[in-house]
C-alpha cells in the first residue's frame, strides 16, 4: 500500500475502474463500488441519528433532515404535483442525496490518492484504493438506468400506452380538414425525434455526471502534481519542498469550485428526471 502525495491529494484516475480482489470470491469488488458502500453507510448513519429520537418539538438534527426533506419536496411538487410527487419522491430524493455526497465523498484527502501500484505494459500505474463512485461509468449508466425504467413505468401508469403513442405521433392543436393529412407525416417524423431522444436520455443523463466528475478528479490530481506541471513548463529543478507547498496551496481554490459543482450535478441530474416526469405524466391533467 503506498501514498500518492501530498496530503490533500486526489490522484488523476483512469478511464477504466480496476478490480481490487481479482483472484478472490471478492472479484466483483471495485474500489468506486467500496466508496458506495461507505456513501450508502454514511447516509444511513446520519439519518438514523437525525431520527432516532423523534419528537413533535425536532431537535438539530431532526429540524435539519426535515427542512431538506420538506423543501426538496415542495420544490419537486410545484413541478409534478401532489399525485406524482407522492409516488415518485423516494426515487428522486434518494438520487439527490446519494449523488451529492457521493461527490462530495471523492474530494475528502486519501480518496484516489492512497492505493497501490501495478506493472502494466505501459509501465508502473498507481491504482486508487478508493475512487469515487460517480467518477465510475458503470453506476452512472446504472443510475440513469433505473431512474428511465421508472420513468416509463410511472408515465404508463399515469397515461396508458394508447395516450402515450398519441402524444408522440398524434397531430396537436385540434386541427381538422385536409391540412390535418399534410401534418400526419410531419408529426410522425417529430415522433420518431422524440422517441430517438428518449432513448439517448440514460447516455446523456450518464455521461454528464460522469464526464465532470471524471474531470473534476483529474483537474485536481494534475494540479497537485505540481513536480510535473513544472516539468511541462521546462523547470527541470523545481525543489522538492516547494513542490509540496503548492501542491496543497493551488488546488484549494478548486476545491471549492468542485463542490458547487458536485451539488450543481445532483441537482441537474434529478430535476431531468422530474421534468422527463413532467413532460410524460401531467399534460393530461391541464
Known sequence: MVYN???????????ETPQI??????????????????????????????????????????????????????????????????????????????ILISNWFGLLPGVGSIGWTEMTHEGKEFIPLLRPTTADLNMTLALAAVSMTLWFIWTMQATGPVAFIKELFG???????PILFLLVPLFLFVGVLEVLSILVRPVSLSLRLYG?????????????????????????????????????IIPIPFYFMELLVGFLQAMVFTLLIVVYLQLSTTHEEH
Not at 5 to 14: D, E, G, Q, V
Not at 45 to 63: D, E, F, L, M, Y
Open 21 to 98: 480482489f481479482t483472484n478472490s470470491f471478492l472479484g466483483w469488488l471495485t474500489n468506486s463500488i467500496l466508496v458506495t458502500f461507505f456513501v450508502l453507510g454514511l447516509i444511513v448513519w446520519i439519518v438514523r441519528s437525525c431520527t432516532r429520537k423523534i419528537s413533535v418539538i425536532p431537535g438539530a438534527g431532526q429540524n435539519f433532515l426535515e427542512a431538506i426533506v420538506e423543501g426538496f419536496f415542495d420544490s419537486v411538487e410545484g413541478i409534478l404535483g401532489d399525485k406524482m410527487t407522492r409516488k415518485s419522491f423516494g426515487l428522486l430524493g434518494s438520487l439527490f442525496i446519494f
Open 171 to 177: 397531430v396537436k392543436g385540434g386541427m381538422s380538414g
Open 212 to 248: 465532470n466528475v471524471f474531470a473534476g478528479e483529474n483537474l485536481l490530481g494534475t494540479l497537485i502534481n505540481t513536480q510535473q506541471l513544472a516539468k511541462d513548463m521546462g523547470l527541470d529543478h523545481f525543489p522538492q519542498w516547494l513542490s509540496y507547498i503548492l501542491s496543497c
Open 5 to 15: 502525495p501530498p496530503f490533500l491529494a486526489t490522484a488523476a484516475l483512469s478511464a
